[in-house]
């Protein structure tokens, strides 16, 4: 008999040696994240993985699995306590080492292996962990895995069972590394900032970019787990500024920035300024629409209304469905509709055939980046970006809302906006044109402009943005709208940030 795992134990006690310990909370729609020692212990991490391994037997799939970890100081050694479980649990386990995030899943490809466990918890401070797990590639766990794992976990409903075995697959990033640059070179000379924030996408991104013919700027690429400058994430402006600031320095063509676990990319352009990546979504669709007649793609609720109204996307025959946040729903959405590619505002981009395999790589984004820039000759990253339509758009605005409370404010908030289309009213002025509410709502008005509110995931928090292609004024207009019927709900509290 295995223990079941304790929600709390206190450090440096014999129960915390001895006992597992997994806070619930760890347990994510489409991951699992926790504060390493405060959340979970060594003996938990054992205890999830024989909760996985026990899963993936459930669900009838071969227990077979890749697993690498990220680079933190606990990583290695959170991943050799996972291994145990998945052994005792009965599954053969191929080691790949030190990885990013995108390199596990290429190697469930590669090695013909079903399931993965990536042991990162991607751009989070210091002191996180987590696990990014799949058991049907290229998707990853959606919120019904996730919830069955976090019952067998916390029940300790293992049924062991003998036969795991485990082989570690020496010098595996040569070949995920081999099959990102076995394609032809670059025709024109790009100069790239590499930006990597000490992160694991160091030891990697530098020289898949220098082999399809880059002059590569590298920029904090040494693994430093301590994160000594700023955190690696994309989204951030810290790192945003560096590369900035790396570019014009270096007059480079293009910055690139990979977050910890190497599944995103930001991008910052020859003047130095940030494009947000569901613009670079947009550009990287009219460079892919031009060669794939009729392409479809997926981009999800918070992105550009430019992927409808872009004209050159319509000119191109090019089709955008939008979907959930979340890069677990937009991988399977992108998979379900065999779209050529999937955008997620976050930066999780998912590429199918024959630009990827489906799953979300950072460096196949930056490989579709400077791909783009040499089918433009004579065009700078500014240029394709100054070449779309003007929208003006908000940040992403979080008004607290209590876990208990925003599933039902969000449901509040789509039926009132169904009532108002259902009755032909007018939102300032504006008909609605179109409503979506796969994840929330979203509703477009006569002009383009549009507002969304949808859950956070995993924050006591909802999400607003809103953007307009006619004026700063009439964003302001759809900020006031929603903020308005958002104002009807007592349990919504104040923003992080207001335009």
Same mark, same amino acid.
């Given at each position: 008999?295995?223990?079941?795992?304790?929600?709390?134990?206190?450090?440096?006690?014999?129960?915390?040696?001895?006992?597992?310990?997994?806070?619930?909370?760890?347990?994510?729609?489409?991951?699992?994240?926790?504060?390493?020692?405060?959340?979970?212990?060594?003996?938990?991490?054992?205890?999830?993985?024989?909760? $996985?391994?026990?899963?993936?037997? %459930?669900?009838?799939?071969?227990? @077979? #699995? *890749?697993? +690498?970890?990220? =680079?933190?100081?606990?990583?290695?050694?959170?991943?050799?306590?996972?291994?145990?479980?998945?052994?005792?649990?009965?599954?053969?386990?191929?080691?790949?080492?030190?990885?990013?995030?995108?390199?596990?899943?290429?190697?469930?490809?590669?090695?013909?292996?079903?399931?993965?466990?990536?042991?990162?918890?991607?751009?989070?401070?210091?002191?996180?962990?987590?696990?990014?797990?799949?058991?049907?590639?290229? $998707?990853?766990?959606?919120?019904? %895995?996730?919830?069955?794992?976090? @019952? #067998? *976990?916390? +029940?300790?409903? =293992?049924?062991?069972?003998?036969?795991?075995?485990?082989?570690?697959?020496?010098?595996?990033?040569?070949?995920?590394?081999?099959?990102?640059?076995?394609?032809?070179?670059?025709?024109?000379?790009?100069?790239?900032?590499?930006?990597?924030?000490?992160?694991?996408?160091?030891?990697?991104?530098?020289?898949?970019?220098?082999?399809?013919?880059?002059?590569?700027?590298?920029?904090?690429?040494?693994?430093?787990?301590?994160?000594?400058?700023?955190?690696?994430?994309?989204?951030?402006? @810290?790192?945003?500024?560096?590369?900035?600031?790396?570019?014009?320095?270096?007059?480079?063509?293009?910055?690139?920035?990979?977050?910890?676990?190497?599944?995103?990319?930001?991008?910052?352009?020859?003047?130095?300024?940030?494009?947000?990546?569901?613009?670079?979504?947009?550009?990287?669709?009219?460079?892919?629409?031009?060669?794939?007649?009729?392409?479809?793609?997926?981009?999800?609720?918070?992105?550009?209304?430019?992927?409808?109204?872009?004209?050159?996307?319509?000119?191109?025959?090019?089709?955008?469905?939008?979907?959930?946040?979340?890069?677990?729903?937009?991988?399977?959405?992108?998979?379900?509709?065999?779209?050529?590619?999937?955008?997620?505002?976050?930066?999780?981009?998912?590429?199918?055939?024959?630009?990827?395999?489906?799953?979300?790589?950072?460096?196949?984004?930056?490989?579709?980046?400077?791909?783009?820039?040499?089918?433009?000759?004579?065009?700078?990253?500014?240029?394709?970006?100054?070449?779309?339509?003007?929208?003006?758009s908000s940040p992403t605005m979080s008004p607290h809302c209590a876990d208990e409370a925003k599933y039902g404010v969000v449901d509040a908030v789509v039926k009132h906006f169904e009532g108002l289309q259902k009755k032909g009213a007018k939102i300032g002025g504006q008909a609605i044109r179109d409503l979506v509410t796969v994840n929330g709502v979203r509703v477009t008005v006569e002009d383009g402009s549009w507002g969304l509110v949808r859950a956070s995931s995993n924050k006591p928090e909802l999400v607003?943005?809103?953007?307009?292609?006619?004026?700063?004024?009439?964003?302001?207009?759809?900020?006031?709208?929603?903020?308005?019927?958002?104002?009807?709900?007592?349990?919504?509290?104040?923003?992080?940030?207001?335009?």
């Amino acid at each position: 008999m295995f223990p079941k795992p304790k929600p709390v134990l206190v450090p440096n006690t014999y129960a915390f040696e001895s006992e597992p310990m997994v806070k619930p909370t760890g347990f994510r729609e489409y991951d699992a994240r926790w504060l390493f020692g405060k959340e979970i212990n060594l003996m938990g991490v054992q205890a999830l993985g024989m909760g $996985l391994g026990a899963l993936i037997a %459930e669900l009838g799939v071969k227990q @077979e #699995i *890749v697993t +690498g970890h990220d =680079f933190r100081g606990y990583s290695a050694s959170i991943k050799y306590a996972l291994i145990s479980g998945l052994m005792a649990a009965g599954c053969k386990v191929h080691d790949i080492g030190l990885a990013v995030t995108p390199m596990a899943y290429f190697a469930q490809f590669d090695l013909d292996v079903p399931c993965v466990a990536m042991v990162t918890a991607s751009h989070n401070d210091n002191g996180w962990t987590g696990v990014k797990m799949g058991a049907n590639r290229p $998707l990853t766990f959606g919120p019904d %895995e996730m919830t069955r794992l976090k @019952e #067998i *976990v916390l +029940g300790a409903s =293992f049924g062991n069972k003998a036969g795991g075995s485990y082989q570690f697959h020496e010098n595996y990033p040569a070949r995920y590394i081999a099959d990102l640059t076995n394609r032809a070179k670059l025709k024109r000379k790009l100069k790239v900032v590499a930006a990597c924030g000490n992160g694991t996408a160091g030891a990697f991104a530098p020289q898949v970019l220098d082999a399809i013919g880059c002059e590569v700027i590298p920029l904090d690429t040494e693994l430093d787990h301590t994160f000594p400058k700023y955190n690696p994430n994309p989204e951030d402006m @810290e790192m945003l500024h560096a590369i900035r600031d790396a570019v014009l320095q270096h007059k480079a063509d293009v910055g690139l920035g990979f977050d910890g676990d190497g599944d995103r990319c930001g991008v910052v352009d020859n003047t130095g300024e940030e494009i947000f990546a569901d613009k670079v979504g947009v550009m990287l669709a009219r460079d892919m629409s031009a060669i794939h007649k009729d392409a479809q793609f997926v981009v999800d609720v918070k992105s550009t209304g430019l992927f409808i109204t872009d004209p050159v996307l319509q000119k191109q025959g090019a089709r955008t469905a939008y979907w959930k946040t979340g890069h677990s729903y937009m991988k399977r959405r992108t998979n379900e509709l065999g779209a050529l590619a999937g955008f997620e505002k976050s930066g999780h981009f998912f590429f199918n055939t024959p630009f990827g395999r489906g799953y979300d790589d950072g460096l196949v984004s930056a490989i579709a980046i400077c791909e783009m820039l040499d089918r433009a000759p004579g065009k700078s990253m500014a240029d394709l970006k100054n070449a779309l339509p003007k929208t003006w758009s908000s940040p992403t605005m979080s008004p607290h809302c209590a876990d208990e409370a925003k599933y039902g404010v969000v449901d509040a908030v789509v039926k009132h906006f169904e009532g108002l289309q259902k009755k032909g009213a007018k939102i300032g002025g504006q008909a609605i044109r179109d409503l979506v509410t796969v994840n929330g709502v979203r509703v477009t008005v006569e002009d383009g402009s549009w507002g969304l509110v949808r859950a956070s995931s995993n924050k006591p928090e909802l999400v607003v943005v809103v953007e307009s292609p006619v004026s700063e004024q009439r964003m302001r207009d759809m900020f006031e709208t929603v903020d308005g019927v958002l104002r009807t709900h007592p349990e919504v509290g104040e923003y992080n940030q207001k335009i």
